[in-house]
């Protein structure tokens, strides 16, 4: 079972992923984007030392960058390994996806290879997975498409933790070094255009055999292209568009005709496109499909002039980015929800609770009455966006912070306050209720069954519980055997309520491996209320979900 801390470190290890990856395409030549992907594996993903090996066009492997060591940098860069030698090393070893990990009881036979190599002697391995000096792994780094051409090979070394990479660690590597066979591909494909971009510059008398080079990197290329017009009445009309991007759009070239970007791009990244510079601009957006759907592409702007004194175009790089974008909506979510269970975890629910809180205790009740916020403003939605490299988190309806200055009770924030108390006049106040959730009798269970019958009985519980919930409704685990509901637009008796239903569906027997077992389950109803903090709540509702379980005898828990 995960700790709590690691949610946060998967976090700040996808941002620093995130950001290591978005470095790749800030590089202006080849060689500047192979130093970055070394620098990267060192800055971002917990490696000391990494090493570029770089396919030449003869087939062997050159050691192009090399990052954590001047000294081992001076001594192998420039080096040259057979391809044979590469091919027999990324045959060996055990497989990790993609990545081959060769541990160093079966690497000795490797040392007086041609390929070249550097290292430390250390000491022998304390426990099973602590990382020996000669152990290796390789990932490999492949053009996009389904011939799956070598581009080069990743070679790290020295984990700063001194452990072997887990599942974690292992898919953040393999993941990066897709992201930098595609920042190889085009850095070259930059480096092809950029070279007949100054030919149709500075060569009018080869003006025809460059417009053909042009034509065909144009064509040819792996990923979307599209030249647009640029100023008057049809500015950023699409003139041409390449076999790649009618293929991402699945729209044939005459229709692309018809439209300019501003047609195509999601409606809420309309923005995005508007700020992108012409000169240089680079943005991330969604482009519709002819089947209503959207893809992620990478958008990348360069002017091109059709003569010396000739019309300006605008010449359009597009990336299809859909799997990046995949991979890190599923990173955050591994990092914000319960592996087990799948629910929002802890750090979630109080990212969750934290924002519906602000500093100004009561202050639309005290300031304007009861009438002065909106009872019905219930629904809690939640998404990650990715903006400028990081993951935030926005929960719609009240994503604006509460600073000290802003004024009155009729600021943007919808303050979020308790019903009356048990026993005063109800005067129709909706709040945000948290219902602190525990199980009665799990323990024995877990300790007379084991961990895979509590792990089925935790599973089931929070299935019944996010069955009973509404849409909106957020249902979280804290840890252990201990749950907690966030329900808004709610009075004090319809959060009773909730509680006996909610404990109603968790007393029915659960089945696992052809055996029945029965948990109960003691509820304590608190409310989140502006001027209280994110500890606050959730203490309060714990605290009455214990005076809850000691006012019931242990027979009367134990069938709910």
């Known amino acids: 079972m995960e700790t709590e801390s690691e949610p946060y470190v998967r976090l700040a290890t996808l941002r620093q992923l995130h950001q290591v ?45 090399f990052a954590g060591s001047p000294a081992a940098e001076a001594l192998i860069t420039g080096r040259v390994g057979s391809r044979a030698s590469w091919e027999r090393r990324l045959s060996m070893g055990e497989s990790w996806g993609d990545l081959r990990f060769i541990p160093h009881t079966e690497g000795w036979v490797l040392i007086e290879d041609d390929v ?123 003139l041409r568009a390449n076999d790649a991007l009618c293929r991402l759009l699945n729209r044939p070239a005459s229709v692309m005709r018809r ?62 980015i859909e799997e990046r974008k995949r991979h890190e909506l599923q990173l955050a979510h591994r990092a914000s929800h319960d592996a087990l269970t799948g629910l929002p975890n802890s750090a979630e629910l109080r990212a969750r609770l934290s924002a519906r809180l602000c ?68 005067d129709g106040t909706k709040g945000l209720a948290v219902l602190f959730c525990d199980l009665d009798g799990f323990k024995s269970i877990n300790d007379r069954f084991g961990h895979h019958t509590g792990d089925a009985v935790l599973i089931e519980v929070a299935r019944r519980l996010s069955a009973g919930v509404r849409d909106g409704d957020t249902v979280a685990r804290l840890g252990g055997d201990e749950f907690v509901v966030l329900a808004d637009g709610l009075g004090a008796a319809d959060a009773a309520d909730l509680a006996v239903r909610l404990r109603n569906a968790i007393i029915p027997p659960i089945r696992v491996d052809g055996r029945a077992v029965r948990v109960g389950a003691s509820f304590g109803i608190g409310w989140a209320e502006c001027g209280m903090s994110v500890e606050e709540v959730l203490n309060s509702a714990d605290q009455r979900m214990y005076i809850e379980k000691r006012s019931r005898s242990k027979v009367h828990r134990r069938a709910g």
């Open 21 to 65: 990856v978005a470095n790749l395409n800030t590089a202006r030549s080849l060689a500047d984007t192979l130093q970055t992907v070394a620098d990267g594996v060192v800055q971002g993903l917990g490696y000391e030392l990494a090493c570029v090996n770089l396919v030449r066009p003869d087939g062997d492997l050159v050691v192009a960058a």
């Open 116 to 238: 070249p190599q550097w290292h430390t002697e250390g000491p022998e391995p304390r426990f099973e997975d602590e990382w020996h000096p000669r152990d290796r792994l390789y990932a490999p780094m492949y053009a996009s498409g389904s011939g799956r051409e070598l581009l080069g090979v990743i070679s790290v070394d020295r984990p700063r933790n001194g452990r072997r990479p887990g599942p974690w660690g292992q898919e953040a590597l393999q993941m990066y070094a897709s992201q930098a066979a595609i920042a190889i591909s085009n850095a070259r494909l930059r480096a092809n255009m950029q070279r007949a971009l100054v030919r149709l510059e500075r060569e009018q008398q080869a003006l025809r055999a460059s417009e053909e080079s042009f034509r065909q990197a144009f064509e040819y290329a792996p990923s979307g292209m599209a030249i647009a017009e640029m100023g008057g009445d049809q500015h950023g009309r699409l």
């Open 259 to 320: 439209y300019s970007f501003a047609d195509l791009v999601h409606p809420e990244d309309i923005g995005t496109l508007l700020r992108t510079s012409a000169e240089g601009g680079r943005a991330e957006l969604r482009l519709g499909r002819r089947d209503g759907t959207y893809v992620w592409v990478s958008l990348r702007n360069s002017v091109v002039a059709d003569t010396a004194d000739g019309p300006r175009f605008l010449l359009t790089h597009v990336e299809d």
């Open 359 to 426: 500093a100004r205790p009561q202050a639309v009740r005290t300031a304007a009455g009861p009438d002065a916020y909106e009872p019905e403003a219930t629904a809690y939605e939640y998404e990650y966006e990715y903006e400028q490299g990081h993951a935030h988190a926005h929960p719609h309806g009240h994503g604006f912070d509460f600073g000290a200055d802003a004024a009155g009770p009729y600021d943007h924030h919808v303050h979020t306050v308790a019903p009356p108390a048990e026993g005063d006049v109800d």
